[in-house]
């Protein structure tokens, strides 16, 4: 394989060069062996710009395919998530295999979703729910002792790196350094809180319950039964520390796939907790709220929506009370389209199911009973607020603004 040209990758250094063009050969290999030939060589340059802190070199490579190789950015970014959240370590002349993993608590209120130490008996019963209910008989690992938010969490590949290697530490015998952020996070009505662990068993051993029978159309029927009885072990565990909260557990399960997953399925609660609130704080009904739409995205050029920001009024004053942001991922981004206009929703009209996240969302707002006042056809840039650090909603005029309560909204029912 030879490195295409310098001029065109104007902006590229040497090793991001390297995973673009091995990412590239990947998708054009013809035999599995071939594909074994290059996934090899990316993982070598992955694992040294992981280990030497060189997060802006897979960023820029990323940023790059994303625009130039949408197969090559899926192939790159599934490699650098792997390795991320994954590995091998030695103890004793012995190979491990390492994964971190994380259990998804979605919650929603109209008070704030509790996040931090876990109680020792709640530790303690939640080690013995994971050992009976999710992990294979050999695999041993160790919870992290408290219940994080997701801006608590490592938010890059590198960091996600150290984390998984600083929880497996311990379980070889090591010091742990601690690589968890002490910050504050944003309140939102519903949301989801993570409890996080690693795993580990001999090479090639199942990590998993649902890996260890031997029958293979078992594997999807012991998952479902493992998820169910998480559900049934922990629920009543986790209610103790979150009082107000209705909670739902999504699968343990590999750190960047538990998470996306778990932020999917709390979008749409998120809409139908902010109607519930906003419906009691201004003691008003749902058909006197308004919605306003935005998409927003990361760099001003690009073409697809990363997230989209629903910001809610009242039917009769601009002023946005409350937001929610609405996450897009992977294959959502393909069906995105931008609207001239709403889809129609007349009583006649024959409805097609409706899966893109713009369709789902107005979808939603229809079932709560809310209007979508206006859908900017423009892109924002995700803006937060400099002194907060909370998001910044488009209001109806197009204008990025702090989503706040007036005073004389009823004090009970604010988030705290």
């Known amino acids: 394989m030879s490195l295409p040209e310098k001029k065109d990758f104007p902006r590229l250094l040497p090793d991001s060069r390297r995973l673009v063009s091995l990412s590239m050969e990947i998708g054009r290999a013809a035999s599995r062996l071939e594909s074994r030939f290059w996934e090899n060589q990316l993982s070598n340059v992955i694992l040294k710009l992981l280990e030497t802190k060189k997060q802006h070199k897979l960023d820029d490579a990323i940023e790059y395919l994303y625009q130039a190789d949408p197969d090559a950015y899926n192939i790159l970014l599934e490699a650098i998530e792997a390795h991320s959240e994954s590995g091998v370590m030695q103890h004793k002349g012995v190979d491990y295999d390492v994964l971190l993993v994380v259990a998804p608590v979605m919650a929603w209120t109209r008070f704030a979703i509790p996040s931090g130490p876990l109680s020792s008996a709640l530790h303690a019963g939640l080690v013995s729910s994971l050992a009976d209910c999710i992990f294979a008989e050999n695999a041993r690992f160790l919870l992290a002792p408290e219940l994080y938010a997701i801006d608590q969490l490592p938010q890059s590949h590198v960091e996600v790196f150290a984390l998984m290697k600083d929880m497996a530490a311990p379980l070889l015998g090591k010091s742990q350094a601690g690589q968890f952020k002490s910050q504050e996070t944003t309140l939102f009505l519903a949301d989801v809180r993570y409890l996080v662990m690693s795993v580990l068993v ?191 909603f488009a209001d109806i005029n197009a204008e990025l603004v702090h989503a706040e309560l007036p005073e004389s909204a009823m004090p009970e029912s604010r988030l705290h």
């Open 202 to 392: 001999p090479v090639s051993q199942p990590l998993f319950r649902w890996q260890t029978t031997a029958r293979v159309d078992e594997h999807g029927m012991l998952r479902k039964d493992c998820l169910e009885n998480w559900k049934k072990n922990a629920l009543p565990l986790l209610s103790n520390m979150m009082h107000g909260c209705v909670l739902d557990l999504t699968l343990p399960d590999a750190f960047f796939d538990a998470c996306r997953k778990a932020d999917q399925q709390i979008r749409p609660a998120s809409i139908h907790a902010a109607v519930h609130y906003l419906a009691l704080a201004m003691d008003v009904s749902a058909a006197d709220l308004r919605a306003v739409i935005g998409g927003f995205v990361e760099v001003p050029e690009q073409v697809t929506i990363t997230e989209y920001r629903i910001g809610f009024s009242l039917r009769d004053n601009p002023q946005i009370l409350y937001g929610v942001i609405w996450p897009v991922y992977g294959a959502e981004e393909i069906q995105q389209t931008v609207e001239k206009g709403f889809p129609s929703r007349g009583r006649g009209t024959p409805q097609k199911e409706k899966t893109a996240p713009l369709d789902q969302i107005l979808v939603l707002l229809e079932t709560s009973g809310i209007a979508c006042e206006k859908l900017h056809l423009e892109r924002f840039p995700m803006e937060f607020c400099d002194e907060c650090g909370v998001p910044l």
